[in-house]
Structure formats: C-alpha cells, structure tokens
C-alpha cells in the first residue's frame, strides 16, 4: 500500500513538472456605459477577455498613464476633457498599450499582451447615439499591473499579421474555425495603428467600414468580433477570433481613410 501511495505521487509529480502553462486570463466586463474588473493585476502575459454584456458595440483602450499622475487625477482629468474640451497637460505623456477590439454586443473579444508594472486607464472610444463618446458617458477605469508575473505563456499563433504606414502585411490564411492571430506593431508614425475585426455579412462594404472608422457612432451597420488596440511599436500582441464563414475586413481604426483596410474571405 505504502508503495502504492509513493507512485501514485511520483506521477503526479511528473504530471505537474510537465505542465503547459495556462493563460493568465483577466475579464474586463462592458456595458453600457462603464466596465466591471480587477483594480491591479500581475505582469508579464496576460489574456484580456472582454466580454459585451450592453446593446452597442463597445472596446477596451488602455493608456500607459505617466509617472506621478494617480487614478483619481486621470479620472477627473478624462472628465474635464470631455465637458470642456480643456486637455490636460499630461494628456500627449499617455503611452498606446493596446488594448480589446471593437465588439458587437453579446460577443466577447480577447487579446494577449506582455503588460509591464505601471498604472494604466483603459477608455470605449465608441460614440452614442446622441453623439456622446462612450467615455465621456462615463466608460472609463484604471487598474495597476503588479510585478509580480503572471507566469503565462507567449501565445501561439496561426496568423499573422504586421502593421505599419504601408497597410497590413499577412502570413496564413483564415479559415473557418478559432484563429489566434499575431499582431505586430511595426515602424509606427504619429497616428499610431490597431487591427478591428469587421464581420460585414452579405451587405457590408468596405466603403462603409472606412466612414465608420471616421466616425465610430451607434448604430454600426454591421458585426465588430474582436482585433487588438493600439500598442508600442515594436511590440507583438495576439487576438482570438472564431470566424464563421462569410465575408470579413481587417481595419485600421486611425488610417481606414488613407487605404489600411483589407477584405477577405471566410470560407
């Protein structure tokens, strides 16, 4: 019996030492207009899975904020901003750090990121019916990322895209099922570029992609299901996307306008 109970523990010794590590998941919860999740977190990679629990579309921006500005000051500060259209001073200090992509309600979006320790805001961008952006309704949070490491793995991908001023470069081919794609920010300008999801169904062109990326108001005349937001250049974020067959595009939320907007097919 005794030597039973000593193997039995050397295989589940053996079992743990070979392991894969899991994904460190943490869920940033929308609705309209405001968003439920954890006030710190560690480092390292970390899963965002945002799901939509309101009736329009919705993302998760996060902004690296600046050393020395407190949650409470970038609270009020965003506040201001939209009431009197007065920019803060630290406002061009704030760091791109990616983000959820735009997501239809009743979908959840997911994105992977190597986060570093600092204090961080994440804002909807979206605009209303009444032409109020979402976070000027109040959709708005910060949350600290810890030292501590997460201790999750790089993802893997089976796509792959890279972003710069000369559009979206891709390796793979999407086809039906979950794709985890890798997004890859690469030499960046002054607007810098993001990858959203657009699933425009049997109606939807790219022309009308392009004019609701200049001005992203309710209702979206097609399905937004996920992408990966703003991030440094240089950096390599991933989404997770399950794709049904039918007719897609990535877009570039800051330069649809100047072309970066690509069609595809799901088959």
């Known amino acids: 019996m005794q030597r039973a109970r000593l ?37 390292g990679w ?22 020395g500005l407190t949650a409470s000051e970038w609270l009020e500060g965003v506040a201001t901003y939209h009431e009197s259209g007065n920019r803060p001073e630290w406002w061009t200090n704030m760091q791109d750090a990616g983000g959820t992509g735009v997501v239809a309600p009743g979908l959840t979006a997911e994105t992977t990121m190597r986060m570093e320790p600092g204090l961080y805001g994440v804002l909807c961008g979206v605009i209303a019916p009444d032409g109020t952006s979402h976070w000027g309704h109040g959709m708005k949070a910060t949350f600290e990322v810890t030292s501590e490491p997460s201790g999750a793995p ?8 890279s972003l710069d001023d000369d559009g979206f470069k891709q390796e793979g ?15 960046q300008g002054e607007l810098t ?6 699933r425009l169904g049997a109606e939807g062109t790219v022309q009308m992609a392009v004019a609701l990326m200049a001005r992203p108001i309710e209702p979206f005349p097609f399905l937004f ?37 690509r069609e595809f097919t799901v088959e």
């Open 7 to 43: 193997l039995i523990s050397c295989l589940v010794v053996s079992a743990c030492a070979g392991a894969v590590p899991s994904p460190y998941i943490v869920e940033i919860h929308q609705v309209d207009y405001g968003y439920a999740m954890p006030a710190s977190i560690p480092s």
């Open 46 to 67: 970390i899963t965002f899975r945002a799901p939509n629990h309101g009736k329009e579309h919705h993302v998760a921006v996060i902004l690296r904020l600046p050393d």
């Open 154 to 161: 790089e993802p893997k991908a089976t796509v792959r895209l």
């Open 173 to 187: 081919t999407v086809t039906a099922g979950t794709h985890t794609v890798a997004v890859h920010f690469a030499e």
């Open 193 to 198: 570029h993001d990858v959203h999801v657009a």
């Open 225 to 261: 299901v996920g992408g990966a937001e703003q991030g440094p250049e240089g950096r390599t974020d991933y989404f997770t996307v399950t794709f049904e067959p039918g007719h897609y595009a990535w877009v570039c939320h800051l330069h649809a306008g100047k072309g970066m907007v």
